[in-house]
């Protein structure tokens, strides 16, 4: 009788529920909890030069009305991100993480030649600069007015720009806030944001995806690294002894970020989705 294989999943729902129906076999297709594991999973894996957060940050100096704040946003699905170290780079005097920085000047270059001008309005954002940004949307100390400035305005040390691989893109004529509307964005996201995983950018708070903060932000993308995006979060597989896919396993190139010697380890989704389990 042929052995099953044993799989689970490093990260919630992740890689076998990917699929590679799109146009380009190197990239599964993913929903947008999955876009948001996939950076869970770098930052903590994969992505350099970043500092893990330790506490919350204070937002209006009034400790209860900052724990009403805090309680609204947790609700919302706020989390602490991590910070950047200190050697950043930049690109177009915008500064953000070397990487980062890297394949968005090769993005931009292939948006060039497809005819699109968006450009980078920020990417690396500290603490300090988050709150002064936050605060100055806040219209009230209502639950009603709190909520809705963090309907699009991240707490200090919960947005990604904190950690510089989180791009904010506009329209070279126009304002990030109208960047779904434009040919540029739809480059960008067709085809299950091709076009972006090419340079390793994914989605930052993608549609369809209930309490991730603030609402969705389609001028957000996050570097992820384009291996991560083709290989998927990483699938333990157990593979028995002369089973003929142990030879297809060897092949496979570990996962980032796996912590295991041993290739079987960590399949690429694309992969596992297709063995017969």
């Known amino acids: 009788m042929r052995s099953v294989f044993s799989l689970s999943l490093t990260l919630v729902l992740m890689a076998a529920a990917a699929s590679t129906d799109g146009v380009d076999e190197d990239f599964p297709t993913y929903t947008g909890d999955q876009f948001n594991a996939l950076y869970d999973y770098a930052v903590t894996h994969v992505l350099g030069n970043l500092v893990p957060p330790d506490e919350r940050h204070p937002v209006t100096g009034d400790d209860d009305l ?15 991100r991590p910070e950047a170290g200190p050697d950043l780079g930049s690109a177009d005097g915008v500064p953000m993480q070397p990487e980062a920085a890297e394949a968005w000047l090769e993005l931009k270059g292939a948006a060039r030649e497809a005819g699109h001008r968006f450009v980078v309005s920020s990417a690396y954002r500290s603490p300090a600069s988050q709150r002064t940004q936050f605060n100055s949307k806040l219209r009230g100390t209502s ?11 991240s707490l200090p040390g919960t947005s990604k720009h904190h950690g510089g691989y989180a791009l904010d893109f506009r329209y070279a004529d126009g304002t990030f806030g109208g960047f779904r509307d434009t040919p540029d964005y739809a480059w960008l996201a067709a085809d299950n944001f091709h076009n972006a995983k090419r340079f390793g950018f994914i989605p930052s708070y993608p549609d369809d ?8 932000e389609p001028w957000e993308f996050v570097w ?16 028995p002894r002369g089973d003929p896919t142990a030879a297809i396993a060897a092949e ?26």
Do not use: H, K, M
């Open 66 to 80: 900052d724990t009403r704040i805090w309680g609204i946003a947790t609700r919302r699905g706020y989390l602490l």
């Open 143 to 153: 639950d009603e007015a709190i909520d809705a400035a963090l309907s699009w305005y």
């Open 209 to 216: 995806v209930a309490d991730q903060g603030p609402n969705p």
């Open 224 to 239: 992820v690294g384009v291996d991560l995006i083709r290989c998927g979060l990483p699938v333990e597989v157990v593979v």
């Open 252 to 277: 496979v190139a570990r996962c980032p970020g796996s912590t295991s010697d041993d290739p079987t380890a960590a399949f690429p989704s694309w992969l596992a989705s297709r063995l017969v389990r």
